[in-house]
């Protein structure tokens, strides 16, 4: 099983940014797709953004241009850079991995929360 930590949520400004880190443990992290979600009080849980373990990226439209997610193979870790806050950024930010074999296989980090005050 895959371990999930995620680090660098915080209180922040309208307007500010935050760094999001996902630290992965095990030797499978290249081969995984990566995805940040979130989950504000009384919502569904969404997706933020994905990476491929070739580096494609995908954004829900309510981020684009804002957020940034990239990973660090070397270091079996990945990003999501938020600029240009908003308060209804406001939520839980969880990492996934999603690792395809001949099965597909979800682990879940245990949550960040990212509180954006106007």
């Known amino acids: 099983q895959v371990q999930l930590v995620e680090s660098g949520g915080g209180l922040v400004q309208a307007g500010g940014s935050l760094r999001l880190s996902c630290a992965a443990s095990g030797s499978t992290f290249s081969r995984a797709v990566m995805r940040w979600y979130r989950q504000a009080p009384g919502k569904q849980r969404e997706m933020v953004a994905a990476i491929t373990s070739g580096g494609t990226t995908v954004y829900a439209d309510s981020v684009k241009g804002r957020f940034i997610i990239s990973r660090d193979n070397a270091k079996n870790t990945v990003y999501l850079q938020m600029n240009s806050l908003k308060p209804e950024d406001t939520a839980v930010y969880y990492c996934?991995?999603?690792?395809?074999?001949?099965?597909?296989?979800?682990?879940w980090g245990q949550g960040t929360q990212v509180t954006v005050s106007s």
């Open positions: 996934n991995s999603q690792l395809f074999t001949n099965t597909v296989r979800n682990d």
